[in-house]
């Protein structure tokens, strides 16, 4: 008990020490531009696919799901507008930062750990060229900008798969779907929504990184490092949400 | 002679495991020391030691006249660049070609492209490579990955290079290459380095003297013809 709490709180120290130096790296020069250029390619772009696909059965399946209800109430007509609210508050951020939490989280965390173990990081370090600025304020970096963005996209897809959902048992044309999802949604639903992504893509690389960076050696240090990526950052990605939820509501 | 590498009284422990108790070497311009020792007897600790990948519990090491304990962030990675580290398994960069591999090293000295394709290709002739420039390292053998390191290594025109097993897991001809490779660089930029293998016929092809590690201090120093024909059974063991 003693020693898994003294273990619990060496890991926050690492991990917070790891934070800091983010911070400090990501603003002195050099700047990795070419490198953050890649990664975010890698980390935005190749997770697009993977993102639309999970979006639009998203938008289409809770659509379905939210008839019956609403129609118990009488109130098929609110299907867009509710669907829509639910998808840009909670779901296309949470949804979407948890798949990008097991591809690139994952990726980012066998990536860097194999890295570690075939000693390629204490190379680099060695040859005085700073591991650390090119691997992973890059890899952070790409992450926290390219979330949202993958996220507006998501929210975006999940709409027309609510619409495709509202045309297979009803009947709303395309201009008036629009009209009452732009009609319930307000700058307050969307903007709180898509700050948090920004964290939650800055949590999801952080972790993978962290893991990665500090692997234990051997071919198993790798698999733990990418396993407990996702673990730790999918965690992390339902607290900042939690928390998320709070301060909107304080404000 | 000038003295480039100076250890004196050096420990490390991880935990209760003693691997280095006490370590006094000093290795001149120009010097190639060949370290022999058991597998887990602390000799790659040892040279990581001396480029700060590793902190050591008790001594001083001196490098280039740099004390390392008090060298820190820039100044070290500054004094890192004169340092060769040949790892031990040869740690290219997975995910770059050989040309990008070559090429990192030089990254932060903001040289013109037509200097830093000239130094690629000399690094590459030195290894007899030129032709895999462009090949990914998983696409290359053992010895090609090890030549390669070997060339990553050597881009930077060290003072001082460290070899970590430099011809284990090759066939006697490559290590044999390898082994004169070692040799002609030493000779071509005159270079200090400390070799550490198992491979006794590299070490009596390179080795201008030659330690013996064992129980975390050196158990014997000497030439290679000293130490080969040493009295000492256990010594001896090491060449057979
Ligand atoms: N980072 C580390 N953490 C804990 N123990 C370590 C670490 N690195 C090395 N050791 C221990 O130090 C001892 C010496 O290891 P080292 O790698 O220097 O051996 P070696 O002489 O290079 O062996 P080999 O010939 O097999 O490469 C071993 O007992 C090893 O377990
Ligand atoms: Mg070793």
Redesign the interface.
Known sequence: MISSLKIFFEEAGTLTHFTLRFFKELFIP?YEFKEFIKQAYLIGYKSFPLIAVTGFIMGLVLTIQSRPTLMDFGAESWLPAMVAVSIVREIGPVITALIFAGKVGSGIGA?LA??KV???I?????????PFKFLVVTRIAAATLMLPILVIVADAIALYGSYIGCNLQGDVSFPLFFLQVIEKLSFADIFPAIIKTFFFGFAVALIGCYKGYYAKNGTQGVGEAANSAVVYSSLAVFIIDMMAVQITNLL | MESVIEIAHLKKSFGSNEVLKDINLKIEKGENLVVFGKSGSGKSVLI?CL?G?IDPNGGEITVLGKNLNEVKGKA??????K?G?L???G?????MTVRENLE??L??LSKPKEETDALVLEALQNVGLEEAIDKMPSELSGGMRKRIGLA?TLI?KPEIILYDEPTTGLDPITSKEISELILAVQKKYNTASIIITHDVECARLTANRMMILKNGTAAAEGTFTELSQSNDNEIRAYFQ
């Open positions: 050099r990536e194999s890295m075939n000693e390629q204490d190379a680099m370090e060695v040859a005085g060229n700073n | 990581k480029v990948l070290l990675n500054e004094l890192r660049k340092i580290f790892f031990q398994s740690a290219l960069y997975d995910s990192f090293p990254r932060d990553r930077l």
